[in-house]
């Protein structure tokens, strides 16, 4: 167990639709970044936060979004479902913004139908 | 471009065979290496941090190997067992947040 938990576990959405996915990061850990993991791919990095700023963000369109809460807790928002959105989306706390080491959560997978 | 290649793809090997994973990785600059190993439908679990001076490190039946002239990285598994079975993602850290995953290795271990 990493510390780090994800809910829900799994998700059903329609086409359209929007869809909020939730982190709870490890105890300590101000650092929270985004995964989408495609099926049978490696992680792509969506964004990152660091206290509660968007620290950094990889090649996603702005309906991908994000918060993070004094807590550190955070939250990933897809508005406009497309169905090449359906993919594992992982989650992963650390101390620290750059190059500290990385705890993932077990993912939420999202379909879209 | 920051890419991280890994062969094979996929592999299939008898319960107590050795293996070995490639990685070769292009991210500039670069601060560390990691081998993650992740279960179908889990998040990946960290095996091995290397830094750009260590060259072997161990965890257990994992060992991993760092040639930072050649940017090559290696996953190397003594004595397979059945709960090896998993994808292994090759991830290199480079400045900022700049973090590039592999696509993984899928290792099957069949008894």
């Known amino acids: 167990e990493t510390g780090v938990t994800q809910s829900p576990t799994h998700l059903i959405k329609t086409r359209g639709q929007q869809v909020t996915l939730r982190c709870s990061s490890q105890?300590?850990?101000?650092?929270v970044s985004w995964y989408q993991q495609a099926l049978g791919q490696g992680p792509q990095f969506i964004f990152q936060?660091?206290?509660?700023?968007?620290?950094g963000r990889g090649n996603f369109p702005p309906r991908f979004s994000g918060l993070q809460f004094p807590n550190y807790s955070s939250e990933l928002n897809v508005n406009a479902l497309e169905l090449d959105d359906s993919a594992l989306y992982l989650c992963?706390?650390?101390?620290?913004?750059?190059?500290?080491?990385?705890?993932f959560g077990q993912g939420t997978r999202l379909t879209v139908v | 471009k920051n890419q991280v290649e890994q062969s094979p793809q996929s592999l299939i090997i008898l319960e107590g065979k050795n293996c070995t994973l490639q990685?070769?990785?292009?991210?500039?600059?670069?601060?560390?290496l990691r081998w993650y190993k992740q279960d179908t439908g889990r998040g990946p679990v960290s095996l091995t941090i290397?830094?750009?001076?260590?060259n072997t490190k161990s965890n257990g039946r994992y060992t991993a190997t760092l040639d930072a002239d050649t940017k090559q990285s290696s996953l190397h598994i003594t004595a397979s067992q059945l709960s090896d079975s998993a994808s292994y993602i090759c991830?290199?850290?480079?400045?900022?947040?700049?973090?590039?995953f592999g696509a993984g290795t899928r290792l099957f271990v069949k008894a």
């Open positions: 936060y660091y206290r509660e700023e968007e620290n």
């Open positions: 290397m830094t750009f001076s260590e």
């Open positions: 991830v290199v850290y480079g400045g900022g947040f700049k973090t590039i």
């Open positions: 992963a706390s650390s101390l620290g913004r750059t190059n500290t080491e990385a705890f």
């Open positions: 105890s300590g850990h101000n650092t």
């Open positions: 990685c070769n990785y292009t991210v500039s600059p670069f601060s560390n």
